[in-house]
């Protein structure tokens, strides 16, 4: 059975940083891109990025609302996707899902909440 | 970036109803080699689930009463026949080229 596990979220003031943990299992994760989504409250989905397995060259890709602020990385050894979030701001705060694949997300974890706030 | 409209944004229906929701791209979203549009379904405090991939491909394990159709920019999820556990949010997504982008999100509520 897949499983996707996020940690790391919690209250954080503004400006300062947080990174978030995805733990995955059930699948072969050095083959596989996994990709972050997130959603404010009340509000839908939007595509945060990912990042495509070493195959692929691990490169990565980001939404332009967080291009330069977030950084995904992968450590194949451990079966774990990062989220490092930097410069935080209240527009940040949502639910933040970590999801199976590049495209049509099969498999989502149960979300880890962000909120920014002072 | 690929902007995608989803109409409704909500819509009132009864158990049994034929329901269909339309999603449309701002340009041609995959022809020939796969056309990269899905369906999602949410309920409140839970992750999106895979419904519909490739516009009208059936998510193993999602019941048949769900169907998506659809080419180019214009594409519909239907569902034939509602069921109580199908009152949720549903997203329109395209992976054709990135940024990836969902569509707002039409809410089906019990009338």
């Known amino acids: 059975e897949v499983q996707l596990v996020e940690s790391g979220g919690g209250l954080v003031q503004p400006g300062r940083s947080l990174r978030l943990s995805c733990a995955a299992s059930?699948?072969?994760?050095?083959?596989?891109?996994l990709s972050w989504v997130r959603q404010a409250p009340g509000t839908g989905l939007e595509w945060v990025g990912f990042?495509?397995?070493?195959?692929?060259?691990?490169?990565?890709e980001y939404a332009a609302s967080v291009k330069g602020r977030f950084s995904i990385s992968r450590d194949d050894s451990k079966s774990i996707a990062y989220l490092q979030m930097s410069s935080l701001s209240s527009e940040d705060t949502a639910v933040y899902y970590c999801?199976?694949?590049?495209?049509?997300?099969?498999?989502w974890g149960q979300g880890t909440l962000v909120t920014v706030s002072s | 970036d690929i902007q995608m409209t989803q109409s409704p944004s909500s819509l009132s229906a009864s158990v049994g109803d034929r329901v269909t929701i339309t999603c449309r791209a701002s340009?041609?979203?995959?022809?020939?080699?796969?056309?990269?549009l899905n369906w999602y379904q949410q309920k409140p405090g839970k992750a999106p689930k895979l419904l519909i991939y490739?516009?009208?491909s059936l998510q193993s394990g999602v019941p048949s009463r769900f169907s998506g159709s659809g080419s180019g920019t214009d594409f519909s999820l239907t569902i034939s026949s509602l069921q109580p556990e199908d009152f949720a949010t549903y997203y329109c997504q395209q992976s054709y080229s990135t940024p990836v982008t969902f569509g707002q999100g039409t809410r089906v509520e019990i009338k």
């Open positions: 990042i495509r397995s070493k195959a692929y060259g691990g490169t990565t």
């Open positions: 999801t199976r694949g590049s495209g049509d997300y099969t498999d």
């Open positions: 490739a516009a009208s």
């Open positions: 059930g699948f072969t994760f050095d083959d596989s891109a």
């Open positions: 340009q041609s979203i995959g022809i020939y080699f796969g056309t990269y």
